[in-house]
């Protein structure tokens, strides 16, 4: 790619062509997923519970709008697209998860995932 040596790494040669690596483009698709529900109100077949819906007191996570994670005791379980999901949208800065349009979403979060190359 790009005539790189063998040896070299790749990491910013991705970042110079503006490639994501395809970890990233998981997370993107994924935080896209959770996009469309939370914005959209979309009806799904996971739910989504924030934490300040779990407490009726201030909590960090529910001040971040961030959403509930469940007990997961096995790794199958925490892998789970619908779980690990919520571990990449909370891990989001709140300035990307409160844009207003779906391409200004995807944009900023690839530039976010860009930026941590």
Known sequence: MNDTPLRDP?????????????RDIVKLYTCLIFYEHLSENKPSNFP???VSEQHNYFTRGAS???LLIPFSR??????CPTVIG??????????IRDLTTKTAFT???RK?????Y
């Open 10 to 22: 790749i990491t910013p040669y991705y970042a110079n062509s503006g490639l994501l690596k395809f």
């Open 86 to 95: 919520k571990y990449y949208w909370n891990a989001l800065p709140v300035c």
């Open 48 to 50: 989504v519970p924030l």
């Open 74 to 79: 096995i790794n199958i379980r925490k892998f």
């Open 64 to 66: 971040a709008q961030q």
């Open 112 to 116: 976010y995932y860009l930026a941590q």
């Open 107 to 109: 944009k900023e979060l």
